[in-house]
């Protein structure tokens, strides 16, 4: 991929990370090559997060601007219903060099998603979208959950099989399928752990994982009809979330992973408020920060 021009990002540079650690796995249009970013609701957390070689995106499932030490990655939550002047805003003013498509429309609104039909959100898409990408901003298609079932939260597909009937309104026009014709430059993902008692050693569900995302990469591929499609993981955590221990022993193995792949571009755990206590970084936080 090519990296971002200087002037993309040139008022955050100053606050921005500076060094690179020489084994990091530089594969990613992120800012100095890092893709580790920040999802996050309080913004004076991410200061406590702003280290070297770590975390120089993040994003707030809005278009709120809270974390001005980070490259800012705004999000259109729902169809027809997100922030289109605040998406604007960010763009014209060189904030952003993408925007994220809706947040979990295969969820519902009471577990965080947009809860959208994939018809309702093809229909949208193009009257949502596609301004921000004629302002040159590249577009992430809807994040969605880890299901693959025809019956989810909503009553109606998740996951991989809502993001099939999604992309198949294209596809049913052999000469209007692929990615390009939603504009997207990348595809989000969202992962977490099982719920289980008692709980679910953090190797186990570090592979469980690993094992997700290699699978849902390959499947992506096949859905837009395209070859590494680049992968952004906006949201991940073992379960239950919300233990620092937990949290710190998973990341120790997903990170170098995920550094390691090619294909994703950007990765951001849920989330910023869980790696730090208090005013300082916790067990987890210090392993986000650390871990190459």
Same mark, same amino acid.
């Given at each position: 991929m090519a990296l971002l021009l200087a002037t993309a990002f040139a008022g955050l540079a100053a606050a921005l990370p500076t060094e690179l650690n020489s084994t990091l796995v530089t594969r990613t249009d992120a800012p100095f090559g890092i893709k580790k970013g920040l999802a996050y609701n309080n913004g004076a957390i991410t200061d406590i997060l702003s280290r070297p070689n770590s975390?120089?995106?993040?994003?707030?499932?809005?278009?709120a601007l809270n974390a001005p030490k980070f490259q800012q990655i705004p999000m259109f939550f729902s169809p027809s219903t997100g922030d289109?002047?605040?998406?604007?805003?960010?763009?014209?003013?060189?904030?952003t060099p993408y925007v994220l498509g809706?947040?979990?429309?295969?969820?519902?609104?009471?577990?965080?998603?947009?809860?959208?039909?994939?018809?309702?959100?093809?229909?949208? $898409?193009?009257?949502?979208?596609?301004k921000f990408q004629e302002m040159g901003a590249k577009l992430v298609c809807p994040?969605?959950?880890?299901?693959?079932?025809?019956?989810?939260?909503?009553?109606?597909?998740?996951?991989?099989?809502?993001?099939?009937?999604?992309?198949?309104?294209?596809?049913?026009?052999?000469?209007?399928?692929?990615?390009?014709?939603?504009?997207?430059?990348?595809?989000?993902?969202?992962?977490?752990?099982?719920?289980?008692?008692?709980?679910?050693?953090?190797?186990?569900?570090?592979?469980?994982?690993?094992?997700?995302?290699?699978?849902a990469h390959t499947q992506v591929d096949d859905i837009f009809q395209t070859t590494n499609m680049d992968i952004w993981i906006t949201e991940f955590s073992p379960w239950p979330v919300h233990d620092?221990?937990?949290?710190?022993?998973?990341?120790?193995?997903?990170?170098? $992973?995920?550094?390691?792949?090619?294909?994703?571009?950007?990765?951001?755990?849920?989330?910023?408020?869980?790696?730090?206590?208090g005013s300082s970084l916790n067990v987890a936080g210090n392993t986000f920060v650390n871990t190459m």
């Open positions: 975390a120089t995106w993040s994003y707030n499932w809005g278009t289109t002047n605040g998406v604007i805003a960010k763009i014209k003013a060189g904030d809706y947040n979990e429309p295969d969820e519902i609104w009471g577990n965080g998603g947009c809860q959208a039909t994939p018809e309702q959100a093809y229909d949208a $898409w193009g009257n949502d979208m596609f994040a969605i959950t880890s299901w693959d079932t025809t019956v989810g939260h909503t009553g109606g597909p998740a996951g991989l099989t809502w993001l099939r009937q999604f992309a198949r309104n294209f596809n049913k026009n052999p000469s209007a399928s692929g990615p390009g014709q939603f504009r997207c430059s990348a595809q989000a993902l969202h992962w977490y752990g099982p719920v289980t008692t008692p709980t679910t050693p953090a190797a186990t569900q570090a592979q469980l994982f690993i094992d997700y995302i290699a699978y620092a221990q937990l949290m710190s022993d998973f990341l120790k193995i997903v990170i170098p $992973w995920m550094d390691a792949q090619s294909w994703i571009a950007r990765y951001s755990p849920f989330m910023a408020e869980d790696l730090v206590s």
